[in-house]
């Protein structure tokens, strides 16, 4: 199996999903996998000299502060800590998230996926990615094969052919679901 191959090729990919495929422009094994959802969000950490205002954006460094919950009113509450990265101290918030005060430790790595305000040079977060953590099943993953990443995804695209449900399946199989 090449990465030029027809989506047909992939088990479980009949006539009628070869058809729904080629209607979003998927017709090989690689634009499958290149294909980004409509609401794809990309990510990739940025510095801070790259972020425009009102931008999407993860933010990697160290929680300098211990993060902070307050509560306003009923069912209100806001999270806050300062985030160092390089030189430079990000004010972070998260708005009724206060859960996550029990997952962020001062001196910890971490990622920040959130709005960026360049006017006031703070982010307001929307989701927290553990810095290496969250990456350790795929690696470890990865590391089992002598193959290219690209076979990897064909061999567990068996069962799903769906972008979103990769990663799903991925974290099956490294708990020991066969393929």
């Known amino acids: 199996m090449s ?11 009949g006539p009628k999903r070869v ?9 090989t094994i690689e634009d499958l996998l290149t294909y980004f959802p409509y609401r794809y969000d990309d990510l990739k950490s940025k510095q801070l000299n790259e972020i425009q ?33 390089e030189n430079d101290v990000v004010p972070v918030t998260f708005f009724n998230q206060p ?8 001196g910890e790595e971490l990622a920040v996926y959130g709005r960026f305000d360049g006017a006031k040079k703070t982010l307001s ?14 690696i470890r993953l990865l590391n089992r094969f002598d193959s290219q990443p690209f076979e990897i995804w064909s061999r567990l695209l068996g069962l799903s052919i769906m972008m979103t449900s990769k990663r799903c399946y991925l974290l099956q199989f490294e708990q020991g679901t066969s393929y």
């Open 3 to 13: 990465l030029s191959d027809s989506v047909q090729v992939l088990p479980g990919v």
């Open 19 to 27: 058809d729904a495929l080629a209607e979003l422009g998927i017709h």
């Open 53 to 85: 205002d009102d931008e999407k954006v993860t933010l990697r460094g160290t929680v300098a502060t211990e993060p902070v919950v307050s509560f306003f009113g009923r069912h209100r509450s806001r999270l806050a800590f300062r985030l160092l990265i």
């Open 99 to 106: 859960w996550l005060q029990k997952q962020i430790a001062a």
């Open 125 to 138: 977060g929307m989701k927290v990615i553990q810095a290496a953590e969250a990456w350790t099943p795929f």
